[in-house]
């Protein structure tokens, strides 16, 4: 009975690692699709010990935790270019207003690195 469940277990970290590599490194949403799938499958896996798994489980298990910090840190990038460009857009633009200010002309030259 035991040899049987440790058969789906390798099954089931097969699918999901085959999952995780299903990602073609481009498309946001869907690695966001893969995650929310990945998290149904890894909620099912949450009952097993990890000190009841074999060599073979745990090299799955690695190659998971590889390709999920993968996604996860396109996410991160992702977040931080859409922090960067909020931030850009709720600059004051007392930059405008100095211009509009000066009354000999246009001494004001912003340049946005």
């Known amino acids: 009975m035991e040899l049987k469940q440790n058969k789906e277990l390798l ?5 999901l690692n085959t999952l995780l590599g299903s990602w073609d490194e481009k498309s946001l949403e869907q690695a966001e699709h893969i995650l929310k799938d990945a998290r149904a ?7 097993h ?9 745990k090299v799955i298990i690695d190659q998971i ?3 999920y910090n993968k996604l996860m840190s396109a996410f991160s990038a992702q977040k931080k270019q859409l922090s960067q460009k909020i931030s ?13 200010q000066q009354e000999q002309g246009a001494s004001l030259i912003d340049v946005d690195f």
Do not use: F, W
Not at 41 to 47: A, G, P
């Open 11 to 15: 099954e089931q970290l097969e699918q």
């Open 41 to 47: 499958m890894i909620t099912v896996l949450n009952d």
């Open 49 to 57: 010990s990890l000190a009841e798994l074999t060599s073979s489980e």
């Open 65 to 67: 935790v590889q390709k």
């Open 88 to 100: 850009q857009l709720s600059r004051p633009n007392s930059t405008i207003r100095t211009y509009l």
